[in-house]
């Protein structure tokens, strides 16, 4: 939350009500792990010989935190529309056309192979993933009004906080 508001350009209540409720919902399980922090397809090296994983890059970000902080973030496409520029998401497309899991069939993988039952704080993490999304892009977009941007398309990217703080916080709404 600091870190956001450090940077934030404006109010955004999205972003407001979603800290609050945040801070109000911390998941009772936290066993901690190395989180990647930007555990996504992108930073992924596949094999060329078969369907596995080869290597995982960009550790820039990595902390110790939830196990499952990196996989909300890597769900994250599912809450966030397909076709916007500067947004990375899925939502809206035909998932099967396209050959891509459903969240559940991702999540029962998931559990699958670390043994778990159910994830009843899922909504949370998913929430927490966009919120800290939202707050890097509102960096990222801070930086870039100052003249300081890290690449050409910062201003277009960090304009996407607040749509992406909308859907944190509808995902936080829909979990109470």
Known sequence: RSQYE?????TDANMDALGAWLADHVPADDAPAIAHGDFRIGNLLLAPE???VAAILDW????????LADLAYACMPYYLPHG?????GIEGLDLAAAGIPTEAEQLARYRER???????DWPVFVAFAL???AAILQGVYARALAGNASNRDA?????????IAERGWAVAKSHD
């Open 50 to 52: 078969a369907p596995r």
């Open 131 to 133: 919120f800290r999304t």
């Open 155 to 163: 201003l277009t990217v960090g304009r996407r906080a607040g749509l």
């Open 60 to 67: 820039e970000l990595a902390t110790i935190g939830h196990p």
């Open 114 to 120: 670390r043994g778990l039952g159910s994830i009843d």
């Open 84 to 88: 916007v520029e500067g947004v990375r």
């Open 6 to 10: 450090a940077s934030a350009t404006e």
